[in-house]
């Protein structure tokens, strides 16, 4: 069964930068397409990056050129670097694997932007 435990959230200034993690276990983490997604209170969840197992990414709007996501294949561990973050970026993080029809998460790690 896969697993998937993320880290490196916390309380950040705005433009600030933290970078998340979420290690894959029990599974072959270089076939899965890895994502990020993110909840603030009373929104729904959304789709914030995504990454291929070609490192492939794509990103929503309201991150571009302010997020990046990457993986390293050694460390099946996958990152989402945040940097000039936002008041709107608190939210927690979530992480999910995909392949297929199989889709995995983590327990999710809270960021929070403030002053």
């Known amino acids: 069964q896969v697993q998937l435990v993320e880290s490196g959230g916390g309380l950040v200034q705005p433009g600030g930068s933290l970078t998340l993690s979420c290690a894959h276990s029990?599974?072959?983490?270089?076939?899965?397409?890895m994502n990020w997604h993110r909840q603030a209170p009373g929104k729904e969840r959304e789709l914030v990056a995504t990454?291929?197992?070609?490192?492939?990414?794509n990103y929503a709007d309201s991150v571009k050129g302010r997020f990046a996501i990457s993986r390293d294949n050694t460390k099946n561990t996958v990152f989402l670097q945040m940097n000039s973050l936002k008041p709107e970026d608190t939210a927690v993080y979530y992480c999910?694997?995909?392949?297929?029809?199989?889709?995995?998460w983590g327990q999710g790690t809270q960021v929070t932007v403030s002053s």
């Open positions: 999910d694997a995909a392949f297929g029809t199989s889709v995995y």
């Open positions: 029990g599974g072959i983490f270089q076939v899965y397409t």
């Open positions: 990454i291929t197992p070609f490192s492939t990414t």
